[in-house]
């Protein structure tokens, strides 16, 4: 049987399956060059600095994937908690995204513990007296900063962990227990959640310049992790899609769904951002405004710029518009535009310390190189377990609403009319004649 007519009832708009042939030596290749820039960049900056350009450069890599996985375990916590039917067919894969964060990144986090006594400034300060590191004090110690590591691996390995192995016994048995395991998971996991990613943003990036504090930080890098994994999200649904993978269970709204949260999360990062600049500028505290008047300085200010104009105003404007967020020529480089701003969001609040001049331009290979080492490894990881289990939940009892096979009934308390919906995907059909 030929290809045309293994899709011959298929959407005539759906574009044919692409050839992936040429792409599934990708991850390997990035291992191999990542790997090799990664280790070439370890010997010199060893020979250079001690490692600690190196610490630094892994430091932006390990933080720019750790959003992936955290945005990711929120969203899947999000479904439960919410009950929605439309994140369904998505769910699967975003619960792959979370488990790489144990133990995968886990692994990846030991050159940080590491090289902590080299580019984390406060722990060799232990000695001197500090006000700003004794107020801090326990969590702000070497055994703090260890423990607190280790706690928040172990919150996320549970909360991955039972969340996929509910979703994959659903699969077998389809029986209301897992649904409710998942769900009481996501209850408790939600504060879990916010507290042990709140912490590891402390931990591992506010707390560089331990002087500095802002009750706003966490929340500025989960706003970021959410952004990243819904555009990351986007383009594997729409990859899964165009592959025939997903679309049988697939309606036409999940990817407008999709665009939508990633506009919401532009927007609630815009905010988060500008709030905490704001209201630390409007107080013009020194031992707080040094954090942002050491960005201003040099090309740090030109990075800043990017910021607000590439991670606010261009995906802004972009998103504004209904049919964009279903339009893939304008969705996938904007995906790819998502990456390259958060990669600039993990430098700006990082790099600074180490290279206060400006942006280390001479050096930036060295983060890239971590980068395409660290992507590879874990798409590869991804992959495998992607290939090792149904691609989308099985036996869901939401699945039929978010493959459309209902009829929704607005009301006019909701906002619509009672025969709204009977064009949509999935509505009633009327008889000839009459009713």
Known sequence: MSQQD??????????PPMDLTRWRQLPFKLMLIGGLVTVGGAIFSGMHDGFVNFGYSWLVAFMFYLSLGLGALFLVMAHHLFDAGWSVPTRRFCEHLASLLFPWLAILFVPIAWLAYKIVPWMSMQAHPDHALHAKHPIFTTAGFYITSIVCFAIWWLLSNRLKYWSLKQDETGSAECTHKMRFFSSIGIFLYGFSLTFAAIMWMMGLQHQWFSTMYGVQYFAGSVWLALATVYVITMVLDRQRILTDVLHEHQFYFLGSLLFAFTVFYAYVSFAQYFIIWNANMPEETFWFVLREKGSWFWVSMVIIFGHFFVPFLALLRIDV?????????????????????????????????????????????????????????????????????????????????????????????????DKMHGGPAHQEGGH
């Open 325 to 421: 967020k279903s339009n893939f020529a304008i969705m996938v480089p904007l995906v790819i535009w998502a990456w390259l701003m958060h990669f600039n969001d993990m430098c700006f609040n990082i790099l600074p310390v180490r290279f206060p001049e400006g942006f280390p331009f001479a050096w930036v290979w060295l983060p890239l190189g971590i980068m395409a080492f660290m992507g590879g490894l874990l798409a590869k990881i991804f992959l495998r377990q992607f290939a090792s289990a149904p691609p989308f939940p099985q036996k869901d009892p939401r699945l039929i609403e978010a493959m459309g096979l209902y009829h929704p009934v607005p009301t006019q308390i909701s906002g619509g009319e009672l025969d709204q919906a």
């Open 6 to 15: 293994d899709f011959s009832n298929e959407d005539p708009q759906l574009p």
